[in-house]
């Protein structure tokens, strides 16, 4: 997966040591749309399948920080208590859902996917990307602490309120060097001079 080892090492080391009471929780993937962070979430996933378990994958599938976008936590809050066979409809509100999630993942080792929070996060100036969800907010705040499981999140605009905290790797995620780039285009069968594919790139 040309260019991304480090990245790739880096889930690598969280995952291995996820028992380690003093590693990393939350690892965020901070980049502008299209530097290729859920394609690298997802080709880490399929590589660690086996080893990796009990497993919570939730995309808001929404591109874009606007403000007017109407995005909640909702969704996955059902979905993640499905897999713990538990009905969301027990709790009244997201915030009691999202207790009983913190809760279920520190007593439970888990690897819990976040693709595209942005649309959670406010993205106007000023607000330096503060989440619009009190909910997630909630969640991830419960989570930065030390539990059992592991969050990965991968964003445009890096979590307020993760920030200085302990337990959190935040990793800007930058554009394929031009070299990275050839190999990969030879890679998918792009053929032609080495020139004219740097170009390309």
Request: neutral net charge.
């Amino acid at each position: 997966f040309f260019g991304r080892e480090a990245e790739l090492k880096l889930l690598d080391n969280a995952l291995e040591n996820q028992k380690e009471l003093d590693n990393t929780r939350i690892i965020q993937f901070i980049a502008a749309g299209g530097t290729g962070k859920t394609k690298l979430l997802r080709h880490w996933l399929n590589k660690r399948v086996k080893e990796i378990g009990n497993t919570i994958v939730w995309s808001f599938y929404s591109q874009g920080t606007s403000d007017s976008k109407q995005v909640s936590a909702t969704p996955l809050f059902t979905e993640a208590f499905k897999a713990f066979g538990i009905d969301a409809s027990d709790y009244s509100t997201d915030e009691d859902r999202a207790n009983a999630l913190a809760d279920l993942l520190t007593e439970h080792q888990c690897l819990l996917v976040l693709d595209g929070l942005e649309p959670l996060q406010h993205g106007g100036s000023g607000f330096n990307g503060q989440l619009k969800d009190l909910a997630m907010k909630r969640l991830l705040q419960r989570l930065a602490q030390q539990h059992s499981s592991l969050c990965i999140i991968t964003t445009r605009i890096a979590v307020h309120e993760l920030s200085d905290r302990a337990h959190i790797c935040s990793h800007d995620l930058q554009n394929l060097a031009p070299a990275d780039g050839v190999k990969l285009l030879q890679s998918l069968g792009v053929r032609g001079q080495h020139h004219a594919l740097d170009k390309a790139v």
